[in-house]
């Protein structure tokens, strides 16, 4: 093979658990926080499988399914810091992942399965749309049946 390909239309929905820490406050409103986070998913995609090869000539053949398949797994490590602004509803960031993946999934006549690790950079704006603060009970308050 000189060429293979199978990349179209890959999807990486995940979902994670990670925590907040205040790194640096301002009058009781988080100014800078970090983020560590761990979170699992799944690759999904259309199996669009092409290769080409050379043999005293260039062939080429390519096949693609029409549905959305599940092709594997992933894990990822994410670190994340946010600059927010005094009101908490903008700011800026920069996140860090390491990700780990299995794929497994049909070519030519047989399966192909193979490992995938990446590292991602993200840099980015966030914008708080609604917030939810937590209700803090008055301990004077009586509760009564």
Same mark, same amino acid.
């Not at 301002?26 to 998913?41: D, E, F, Q, R, W």
């Not at 992942?97 to 794929?103: A, E, I, Q, S, V």
């Given at each position: 093979?000189?060429? $293979? ?8 929905? #995940? ?5 907040? =820490?205040?790194? &640096? ?6 100014? @800078?926080?970090?983020?560590?986070? !761990? ?13 080409? +090869?050379? %043999?005293? /000539? $260039?062939? =080429?053949?390519?096949?693609?399914? #029409?549905?959305? /398949? !599940?092709?594997?797994?992933? !894990?990822? !490590?994410?670190? *994340?810091? @946010? &600059?927010?602004? /005094?009101?908490? /509803?903008?700011? @800026? =960031?920069? #996140?860090? *992942? ?8 049909? =070519?030519?006549?047989?399966? @192909?399965?193979?490992?995938m690790k990446m590292s991602t950079l993200n840099v980015g704006v966030q914008m708080t749309l609604k917030s939810f *603060?937590?209700?803090?009970? %008055?301990? %004077?308050?009586?509760? +009564?049946?």
């Amino acid at each position: 093979f000189v060429s $293979w390909e199978n990349s179209h239309k890959l999807l990486q929905p #995940e979902i994670g658990l990670g925590h907040k =820490f205040d790194l &640096i406050k301002s009058k009781g409103s988080p100014i @800078v926080t970090y983020t560590p986070s !761990v979170s699992a998913g799944i690759f999904l995609g259309i199996q669009n499988n092409s290769y080409s +090869t050379y %043999d005293k /000539r $260039w062939e =080429f053949d390519s096949h693609e399914d #029409e549905k959305m /398949r !599940v092709m594997g797994g992933t !894990v990822s !490590v994410g670190n *994340k810091i @946010v &600059i927010h602004d /005094r009101q908490d /509803r903008a700011g @800026v =960031f920069v #996140e860090h *992942k390491l990700t780990y993946g299995k794929m497994k999934y049909a =070519f030519l006549d047989g399966q @192909v399965e193979h490992e995938m690790k990446m590292s991602t950079l993200n840099v980015g704006v966030q914008m708080t749309l609604k917030s939810f *603060k937590k209700k803090i009970k %008055d301990p %004077d308050e009586k509760i +009564t049946d």
